[in-house]
Antibody, heavy 120, light 111 residues
Framework: QVQLQESGPGLVKPSQTLSLTCTVSGGSISGGSYYWSWIRQPAGKALEWIGRINTSGTTDYSPSLQGRVSISVDTSKNQFSLKLNSVTAADTAVYYC????????????WGRGTLVTVSS | DIVMTQSPLSLPVTPGEPASISCRSS???????????LDWFMQRPGQSPQLLIY???HRASGVADRFSGSGSGTDFTLKISRVEAEDVGVYYCMHSLQLPHTFGQGTRLEI
């Protein structure tokens, strides 16, 4: 059974870079037609789509975060990663990694999420 | 970006009774291929979202048949035929017609 697990620092200082990794276990990140995605949720607020990558390295980003966000994939480690530059308090959120199934067109798997707080 | 608007934002329900949540999109989610690019998720307290309905009306694997989705190009509805205690949580609609995917504000189902 494929599972996703986010990891990374829970506290980031303003103006610094938020870095998170999602580890795929129970299956290969390279198998199937998937987009590996990041989504975030500020406390008490709605979900926000951040961006995605496939194993060919093709990326798509939210226009609202374009220029600050970067997603990469490491197939040898079965991981994909998120970097968000120049963070502010507004970037404080629970960050989820998720799998988008390209053939059927939906998110079928989500990680448990990890809280990242931006504070000095 | 497509704006997704849900109503109500809070929905008190009684176990055994039906419930209905609405979601409206700022532009049609009906593609020329006939698919309606609207999904529904449920998020239980402290958990990650779980897919309930995809492409407007298709129940995801393992989802109870008391959940159903329907709708036209811009107006969609999630119905629970008989609410159970385990249905408590926040329900979100999300469009997948184009990027970026956007979510509704969420509807909190309370018993």
């Amino acid at each position: 059974q494929v599972q996703l697990q986010e990891s990374g620092p829970g506290l980031v200082k303003p103006s610094q870079t938020l870095s998170l990794t999602c580890t795929v276990s129970g299956g290969s990140i390279s198998g199937g037609s998937y987009y590996w995605s990041w989504i975030r949720q500020p406390a008490g607020k709605a979900l926000e789509w951040i961006g995605r990558i496939n194993t060919s390295g093709t990326t798509d980003y939210s226009p609202s975060l374009q220029g600050r966000v970067s997603i990469s994939v490491d197939t040898s480690k079965n991981q994909f990663s998120l970097k968000l530059n120049s963070v502010t308090a507004a970037d404080t959120a629970v960050y989820y990694c998720a799998r988008w199934v390209f053939d059927i067109w939906y998110f079928d798997l989500w990680g448990r999420g990890t809280l990242v707080t931006v504070s000095s | 970006d497509i704006v997704m608007t849900q109503s109500p934002l809070s929905l008190p329900v009684t176990p055994g009774e039906p419930a209905s949540i609405s979601c409206r999109s700022s532009q049609s989610l009906l593609h020329s291929n006939g698919h309606k690019y609207l999904d529904w998720f449920m998020q239980r307290p402290g958990q990650s979202p779980q897919l309930l309905i995809y492409l407007g009306s298709h129940r995801a694997s393992g989802v109870a048949d008391r959940f159903s989705g329907s709708g036209s190009g811009t107006d969609f509805t999630l119905k629970i035929s008989r609410v159970e205690a385990e249905d408590v949580g926040v329900y979100y609609c999300m469009h997948s017609l184009q990027l970026p995917h956007t979510f509704g504000q969420g509807t909190r189902l309370e018993i």
